[in-house]
């Protein structure tokens, strides 16, 4: 919004002209997004308690956990609400690639707000079936993605491959599927990940300021050239959108850090998962997701290991999955696990980010 009121203020005031730059805008966004988060969140929790809006525990989980039941839920609620506030207060909202990531977001937000208001009102972790949500997911992702393909014109189906100049694949109309897979399994993977106090909110900072660089780079023409990377005019707003994502994180830190105050519940985890995934379809960074989100993708494949190994052999490869809880029950402290866990996420950001040189 004030990228556009700026064109006409800045003839009155000149210093209104600094809204021009998308560095200032971002800055800005992530001001604003941490603002909102530190502001309101405090209100949310209280209203949470007061209508018994509690988070029931697993009974197949951890038994240490149980002590978590009834602790606020839906935070995420708050966290997506700022993200997307500040995103569209200082992004281009004529940028059709602002409102597929702003889409994504909001559509996997709602799916996850039906899901924990299903799981909060009868007190049971089922919520929406496992088959909804994938209808859900993939509906919503095959129709942005499509939103992308048809009506951008210029926008690219070449998925590249990290680490490699030259080598890339034109999927042409498999784009879509491979892109909506890319999105929805982001999406579940970071659910996945969100069992433990501040455990999520890490990695997705860090990935989210990977993508901002990615799509900052993508979006500068001189930049995109230099590094011999696909020059994406517009992209660079959504460096605004990931500031906003790092913002928020931030602020929902404050309050899920351990002991958590308030968890984030689906409506946060479905839907920042969705926005990353959709991040790395838009800047062309599909496979370096692998790379950026390998925390996600840790945990993901924990389970599919688990589930596997049983089904064929009637053995467990883990404890208990996913890959966070086998830990716990070994012995390992919860604070312990979330801490490494973020170093190994910034580690994994800087190499996804190095792999726009090492080519």
Same mark, same amino acid.
């Given at each position: 919004?004030?990228?556009?009121?700026?064109?006409?203020?800045? /003839?009155? =005031?000149?210093?209104?002209? &600094?809204?021009?730059?998308?560095?200032? $805008?971002?800055?800005?966004?992530?001001?604003?997004?941490?603002?909102?988060?530190?502001?309101?969140?405090?209100?949310?929790?209280?209203? &949470?308690?007061?209508?018994?809006?509690?988070?029931?525990?697993?009974?197949?989980?951890? /038994?240490?956990?149980?002590?978590?039941?009834? +602790?606020?839920?839906?935070?995420?609620?708050?966290?997506?609400?700022?993200?997307?506030?500040?995103?569209?207060?200082?992004? #281009?909202?004529?940028?059709?690639?602002?409102? =597929?990531?702003?889409? *994504?977001?909001?559509?996997?937000?709602?799916?996850?707000?039906?899901?924990?208001?299903? %799981?909060?009102?009868?007190?049971?972790?089922?919520?929406?079936?496992? $088959?909804?949500?994938?209808?859900?997911?993939?509906?919503?992702?095959?129709?942005? =993605?499509?939103?992308?393909?048809?009506?951008?014109?210029?926008?690219?189906?070449?998925?590249?491959?990290?680490?490699?100049?030259?080598?890339?694949?034109?999927?042409?109309?498999?784009?879509?599927?491979?892109?909506?897979? &890319?999105?929805?399994?982001?999406?579940?993977? &970071?659910?996945?990940?969100?069992?433990?106090?501040?455990?999520?909110?890490?990695?997705?900072?860090?990935?989210?300021? @990977?993508?901002?660089?990615? @799509?900052?780079?993508?979006?500068?023409?001189?930049?995109?050239?230099?590094?011999?990377?696909?020059?994406?005019?517009?992209?660079? #707003?959504?460096?605004?959108?990931?500031?906003?994502?790092?913002?928020?994180?931030?602020?929902?830190?404050?309050?899920?850090?351990?002991?958590?105050?308030?968890?984030?519940?689906?409506?946060?985890?479905?839907?920042?998962?969705?926005?990353?995934?959709?991040?790395?379809?838009?800047? %062309?960074? /599909?496979?370096?997701?692998?790379?950026?989100?390998?925390?996600?993708?840790?945990?993901?494949?924990?389970? *599919?290991?688990?589930?596997?190994?049983?089904?064929?052999?009637?053995?467990? =490869?883990?404890?208990?999955?996913?890959?966070?809880?086998?830990?716990?029950? %070994?012995?390992?402290? /919860?604070?312990?696990?979330?801490?490494?866990?973020? *170093?190994?996420?910034?580690?994994?950001?800087?190499?996804?980010?190095? +792999?726009?040189?090492? $080519?």
């Amino acid at each position: 919004m004030f990228y556009h009121l700026q064109y006409i203020l800045s /003839e009155y =005031v000149g210093a209104f002209n &600094v809204l021009r730059y998308l560095t200032f $805008r971002s800055m800005m966004a992530f001001l604003v997004t941490l603002a909102l988060v530190l502001l309101l969140q405090p209100s949310f929790i209280r209203w &949470v308690a007061e209508k018994y809006l509690g988070q029931p525990i697993r009974d197949d989980g951890p /038994e240490s956990h149980q002590i978590k039941k009834g +602790t606020p839920t839906m935070g995420g609620l708050v966290v997506v609400s700022a993200i997307l506030i500040g995103t569209l207060l200082f992004a #281009d909202l004529t940028n059709l690639y602002v409102w =597929v990531v702003v889409g *994504i977001t909001v559509i996997y937000g709602a799916l996850g707000f039906v899901d924990d208001f299903s %799981k909060i009102k009868v007190q049971n972790t089922s919520g929406v079936s496992a $088959r909804m949500k994938l209808v859900w997911q993939f509906a919503g992702a095959i129709a942005l =993605v499509s939103l992308l393909v048809f009506c951008k014109e210029g926008f690219s189906t070449v998925v590249h491959v990290p680490f490699f100049k030259t080598l890339a694949f034109d999927l042409g109309y498999m784009f879509i599927p491979f892109t909506a897979l &890319v999105i929805v399994g982001t999406s579940n993977a &970071v659910n996945l990940t969100d069992g433990l106090d501040g455990l999520v909110i890490g990695p997705v900072m860090t990935t989210a300021f @990977a993508y901002g660089v990615f @799509a900052y780079v993508a979006g500068n023409a001189r930049i995109a050239e230099y590094l011999q990377i696909a020059y994406i005019p517009g992209c660079g #707003d959504l460096a605004i959108f990931a500031a906003a994502i790092v913002a928020g994180g931030l602020g929902f830190l404050w309050f899920n850090s351990f002991p958590a105050q308030v968890f984030m519940g689906d409506v946060g985890s479905l839907s920042l998962g969705g926005a990353l995934g959709m991040l790395a379809v838009v800047t %062309k960074q /599909e496979l370096v997701l692998l790379i950026a989100g390998g925390v996600f993708v840790a945990e993901a494949l924990s389970v *599919i290991a688990q589930v596997a190994s049983f089904k064929l052999t009637g053995k467990r =490869v883990l404890r208990m999955a996913p890959l966070h809880h086998h830990f716990e029950l %070994k012995g390992m402290a /919860e604070p312990k696990i979330i801490v490494r866990a973020w *170093i190994i996420s910034v580690v994994l950001a800087l190499i996804a980010i190095a +792999t726009l040189k090492l $080519r």
